[in-house]
């Protein structure tokens, strides 16, 4: 392969799980400051991919590398240590805990106990995310949009250089869907890191991708820039229904709401 290293590869990933052959080859190459949608309908194997890559799915046949180190039979954690940080679809937060405190126990687990600095550094976290003013509420009691950009923040906890995100904005409301998508460019362009993104909130993702993947039954069915993705006719055949992208207002006149008494 020519080019600059990739930050993660992917080459002919196969997942099978008893009968059924989820992941079918899948190759794919993303470089630092690269924002890489992954995205396709429900069951298409979009998590056992990021699975796949992270080390929390057993690949069947195929190779992970990460940096060019071979990672594909690598445990989570070793793959966390050479930079690999995950942001699963599923809900993750140790939910009896403060939000704060659930900042420092990944603080503590990544920078020993003994690290000086974490009070700030967990604020600065939650500031990223918009959440520094529910550092004291119970996980537990968040909102599912809150709780998705606690855990974003959990993430990024260790400085990632591979950063895999599974729907980070499922249930996060429009704005701050917007505003997590911009922290994942930033992310990318001025700090280099490698993005992974899924997301069926397609419009926001294609926005801060540099290119897309269309994964469809465990394959790839296609890959480009975003605007040949969202007209790529397996795309809107498959995937998207033409409809799905509404004209941006431009000059946009926000009312305030009216409030009774
Ligand atoms: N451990 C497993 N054993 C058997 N089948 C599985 C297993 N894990 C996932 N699958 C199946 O693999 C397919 C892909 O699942 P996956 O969760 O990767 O899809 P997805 O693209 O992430 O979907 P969504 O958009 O709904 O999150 C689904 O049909 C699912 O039922
Ligand atoms: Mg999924």
Same mark, same amino acid.
């Given at each position: 392969m020519t080019g600059p290293c990739a930050a993660i590869e992917a080459t002919n990933l196969r997942v099978v799980r008893g009968d059924k052959t989820i992941l079918r080859g899948v190759s794919l190459r993303a470089l630092q400051g690269e924002v890489v949608g992954v995205l396709g309908p429900s069951?298409?194997?979009?998590?056992?991919?990021?699975? /796949?890559? %992270? #080390? *929390?799915?057993?690949?069947?046949?195929? @190779?992970?590398?990460?940096?060019?180190?071979?990672?594909?039979?690598? *445990?989570?954690?070793?793959? /966390?240590?050479?930079?690999?940080?995950?942001?699963?679809?599923?809900?993750?937060?140790?939910?009896?805990?403060?939000?704060? @405190?659930?900042?420092?126990?990944?603080?503590?687990?990544?920078? #020993?106990?003994?690290?000086?600095?974490?009070?700030?550094?967990?604020?600065?976290?939650?500031?990223?995310?918009?959440?520094?003013?529910?550092?004291?509420?119970?996980? #537990?009691?968040?909102?599912?949009? *809150?709780?998705?950009?606690?855990?974003?923040? &959990?993430?990024?906890?260790?400085?990632?250089?591979?950063?895999?995100?599974? *729907?980070?904005?499922?249930? %996060?409301?429009?704005?701050?869907?917007? &505003?997590?998508?911009?922290?994942?460019?930033?992310l990318a362009d001025e700090e280099g890191v490698c993005v992974l993104l899924s997301d069926h909130h397609v419009a926001e993702a294609l926005r801060i991708c540099t290119r897309a993947v269309l994964l469809l039954d465990g394959q790839v069915a296609m890959e480009g820039r975003p605007e040949e993705f969202e007209k790529h006719p397996l795309v809107i055949g498959r995937y998207l229904p033409p409809s799905t992208y509404l004209p941006t207002p431009t000059a946009a006149h926000v009312p305030e709401i009216d409030r009774p008494g």
């Open positions: 069951g298409a194997g979009k998590s056992t991919f990021f699975g /796949a890559l %992270v #080390g *929390e799915v057993p690949v069947t046949d195929g @190779e992970v590398r990460v940096f060019d180190k071979v990672v594909t039979r690598a *445990e989570l954690w070793e793959r /966390a240590r050479i930079g690999v940080s995950y942001m699963p679809q599923t809900p993750s937060v140790l939910w009896d805990l403060s939000v704060r @405190e659930n900042l420092l126990v990944y603080h503590q687990i990544v920078h #020993g106990r003994a690290a000086s600095g974490a009070d700030a550094a967990v604020e600065k976290l939650a500031t990223r995310v918009a959440l520094a003013d529910r550092m004291s509420v119970c996980a #537990g009691g968040l909102s599912g949009g *809150e709780r998705r950009r606690l855990e974003l923040a &959990r993430a990024l906890t260790r400085a990632p250089k591979v950063l895999v995100c599974d *729907e980070p904005f499922a249930g %996060v409301d429009p704005q701050q869907a917007s &505003r997590l998508a911009d922290l994942l460019r930033l």
